[in-house]
C-alpha cells in the first residue's frame, strides 16, 4: 500500500450504514472498506466501453453457467414434426 493522504468526505446515512455493516461482518476498518470500494468503482470507470461490455458479459455468462449446476434442466426429445401439426390443426 503507498503512501496515505487523508480525505474528508460525506456519506449518505444508507451508505454509511453499508459501509458499517461490510467491515463488521468482515471485520475489518470502514477505511478498508471504502478504499476496496473506490478501487473498484474508479476501476471501472476507467474502462473503455468495449471493456465494460465484454466484462459484462463474462459475468453473465459466469451467472448463467452457475444457475444451470444448480437447476439443471430437464432434457426431453422433441415433439415430432406430425404432433405438433396436429396440436395446431385441433
Excluded: C, F, N
Excluded at 465494460?52 to 426431453?76: C, D, G, H
Amino acid at each position: 500500500m503507498g503512501r496515505m493522504v487523508r480525505k474528508q468526505l460525506y456519506l449518505t446515512t444508507d451508505e454509511a450504514r453499508r459501509v458499517t455493516r461490510r467491515a463488521r461482518a468482515e471485520g475489518v476498518a470502514e477505511a478498508d472498506v471504502i478504499r476496496r470500494a473506490l478501487d473498484l468503482g474508479l476501476d471501472r470507470l476507467e474502462q473503455s466501453p468495449a471493456d465494460r461490455r465484454e466484462a459484462a458479459i463474462t459475468r453473465l455468462l459466469a451467472r448463467a453457467r452457475a444457475m444451470a449446476a444448480q437447476s439443471p434442466v430437464e432434457s426431453r426429445p422433441a415433439p415430432a414434426r406430425a404432433t405438433l401439426h396436429a396440436r395446431r390443426s385441433s
